[in-house]
């Protein structure tokens, strides 16, 4: 293994099937050293299946592994060098924190002392120290699950893998710990593959974004990326809740596109759009609602107050739209009659 | 890849051991004994398998090219797929040729006629002995090495080590004696092939009979067995539902010591309540010579009969019954009858036409278990059974009594295995459709409806009556040890207990007492198999919950089939397979501790699986990825966890190895005699007195066992909520059947 390659994951031609069920049909893979890499995609796409044959806790029924440019594919789990934060964190309820986090190390032919030492070290690293002799029954949810990240991390392997850490957080103290690993990825510096099915989250912490359907990779790429020209309409609605409509592309230039939605002329960044009928993926935060008549008339279906913005639900000749607005002081009416506009930041041709 | 060489490498070095160290045959005097070792050189029978190689052995030298070929492998081949199959079908090999080596040559030359003239005369070799177990052992290891190096279970060698000897325990100790016991049928005292003995039994209308029904007479022992578990099975059922509706059901005071009655049975020697209503109902049971006092009238014999073993069944089994439906009563979640009762149905309607449907299963899963139990049941027919016995007593007396007749035994147990068999089935199919259990994780909150009125007073009373009942059947028990003789002289002594337990200290402690011989071999013996059992039980119930292979789920079916194996089934089994090479252990300890172990195991497999199924499984998996092998995860967090579980199942263990008859009965031997079979001894001598002091005795040695174990579990309530989980767990395993 040459240094350069610690940390390099490859997924080559992997196809896993679960009896006559085929979860994953071909998955071709390949995560840099360093890299944070997220499975993005709907519940049942496949990527804890994905994540757990890079463990090697799932065989893949054909295809190869790699890690860190060696051959895995046969190698059970705890003789790769990959560790794991499982969703429930699945620490040991009958060792202290200490223990837990210990554990790995002692199973690693580390003598007791030392790796407590190293443990010790460890929880410093998540910021813990102090609670290294308590039972993980008498930790919170959040600490609960750094002390699993501390598990995993004491080892220093090659790649960490963590499946939805943050589902059993409340909203508030998701946002802080998953800036916390981001931090902690970027300053040690491993590999990691992290598992959501929450775009946000996705969006929030990764190098690069794998949007997974039905066991397919349905595109892979940075955040704003994905963001900025999806693939195909599922991509437009799963990152970021895009309307997706009917458009036609009228005329492409210097890089720029114009395109004609119902009677409204609109220009987008072109990407690889020649003329002709298209798809547009309108992101929710660029429609504008006006009252009174316009070039794309609408009528208000619901309204719900948010606080900081609304959100509508607004009919018009093109079909639904569903938009927010940020201005709430003076909402429209549910059944009122509106004109829509289209900011053009947030609408992307669909290639 | 080392491992996998220096594994192997072991795995030669033992089969060296064993077939140039270890004695290869049985020896009488026993191995654990040495005594073998000084003798070593001048006597051929300790010598081990190269010493044994002779022309005339020559069934032998195969063994021989094996090792040698396990040795070239290991050196020539590199480890892999490739030398995975060869390795397994080396040890594969090695095992069918032991096996077909072993039962073709007997004691006394070829076992079959048919082989003589083939083969020409041989003589014969004696049991397989520490040495051939070993080599056997080995070739299990070799297939489990094989399969780890072609890739199997992710080539986990612990968990392919333990299947494949866990399968190679059960196809010794279940399989293989029942297989000896459907042969032993068509043998003859020679072992020669006959259809005799089963021609003679399998229409004997002393079995078959239904004169009963049509014209006179009595009806066949198969018939009146059945009925017999037919009348026990509906008794119980019906006696569990209304205890289990008094438990959860009404304001009725001491509903908790209703729970305390469900260890009754386990505790409690099986032929003890047939004792206790001798006492009470028999020719000179105190209620008889009362009833004769007053009226003048002799009841007579009525007792001994299906009568009183009906009576004596339903007062054992129905602490069973009131166990699996306090679970089904509760399981109807309270919702669905408010619900009812919320659409203006009242309790009398909520009860028949939602609450009780509801429980249908669960009364015929109860149902079943009774039926079960009953056919099973050995000890209160042997005390009370009289002229008129049962399949279960018929098959005893077949073997020890007069008539010696094998053959017979051995259709009488098909035929009774038949029977337990198609019941544990139907309880099967029968369930597997319909299971509206309706218990669910979440607490729905809602209280049970209490019962209707009408309902409520005749059950209350039923149940009240039932539970006095039982107590002065037990109270009579501890009380008849202290009288002199029963029935003639009711003064109070010690004299039973004295002769049975007495101890001298003339010089140094002498154990001068009866029973005491039997009792330090029964508590040796279950302290020995209390381990083993919770060892294997706990394993199968980890591969059964954890390990994905193929086969698991007939791997488990055929564990709790044997749960419908009745006890003397085994006991005639094992004597059929076990007294006569290839495997010689009749009149050992190793015997009653093997039928031990492979008759509690499903206790411990059931306590396991449940215990187990409430660990989440990502805790073996982090283990995993963290670098612990599958041994270490298995010891450092599986175990640790699940340490009330495994405290329960050494508990259980030990107390049913001690309360045990029907299968013991038939194993003990001079040397190891057991309590059980001693008391039985004692009854059927008359010796009423002693036997009741001495099963008193047992009953309160395990109380005591058992209060000891609860209070251990009890007070190991940890910290923030895992006390529930761990008594759940405690709990989960007294709800096995017995
Ligand atoms: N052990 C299994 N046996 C059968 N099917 C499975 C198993 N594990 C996962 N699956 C199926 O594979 C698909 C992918 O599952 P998974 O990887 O868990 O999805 P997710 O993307 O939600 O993590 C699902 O349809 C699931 O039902
Ligand atoms: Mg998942």
Redesign the pocket.
Known sequence: MSFSQRGAVAFRGIR?A??A?V??PDLNLTIAPGELVT?L????????????MLAGL?APTEGQILIGGEDVTRLPANRRDVSMVFQSYALFPHMSVAQNVAYGLEAGGMKSRPARAAAREGLDLVGLSGMADRLPSELSGGQQQRVAVARALVLEPQVLLL??PLSNLDARLRRRVRTEIRELQQRLGFTAVY?T?DQEEALAVSDRIVV?LE?QVAQAGPPRELYEAPASEFIADFIGEANVIDCEVTQVSDGTATVAIGAVQQTVPAREAVPGPAKLAVRANAIRLRPGRGELPGRVLSAAYLGDHMEYEVETDLGRFFAIVAESDTPMPQGSDIAVEFRSRGLALIT | MTRENRRLDLLLLAALFCCAALPWYHIRSGFYGFDWLSDWAGEPLFWPLVAQLSPAQWWLWPFVPLVIAVGLLRHLCAPGPDRGGRLMALGAAGLVWLLVEGLAVGLRGWNWSLWETLFGPVAGQPAFGAGAVGLALCCLAMISFGLAERGALKGDVFVLSAITLLVGLVATFVLYPLLSMFTGAFQDFRGAFTTEGVAKNIGDPQIWSLRCVVGTGGCGVAWRTFFLALCTATGTTLLGLAFALVATRTRMPFKKGLRLMTVLPIITPPFVIGLSLILMFGRSGFVTEFIGDVTGWDPGRWLYGLTGIWIAQMLSFTPIAFLVLVGVVEGVSPSMEEASQTMRAGRWRTFRKVSLPLMAPGLANAFLIGFIESMADFGNPLVLGGSGGVLSTEIFFAVVGAQHDPARAAVLATVLLCFTLSAFLAQRLWLGRRNFATLSGKGDGGRHALLPRRVAAPVIALVTGWSLFTLFVYGMILFGGFVKVWGLDHSLTLAHYVRAFSVSFGDGLAWTGVAWDSFWTTMKIALIAAPLTAAVGLLTAWLIVRQ?FPGRGVFEFALMLSFAIPGTVIGISYIMAFNLPPIQMTGTALILIFCFVFRNMPVGVRGGVAAMSQLDGSLDEASLTLGASSPRTLFKVILPLLRPAILAALVYSFVRAVTSISAVIFLVSAKYNMATAYIVGLVENGDYGVAIAYSSVLIVVMISVIGGFQLLVGDRRLRRGEGDARRAAARRIEEVPA
Do not use: N, Q, W, Y
């Open positions: 896993k679960f009896g069920f979860a994953i499975l995609g709907p519940s049942g796409c496949g990527k804890t299946t994905t994540l757990r799932e499946d939805e598992v099915h997974m066991g | 994905r």
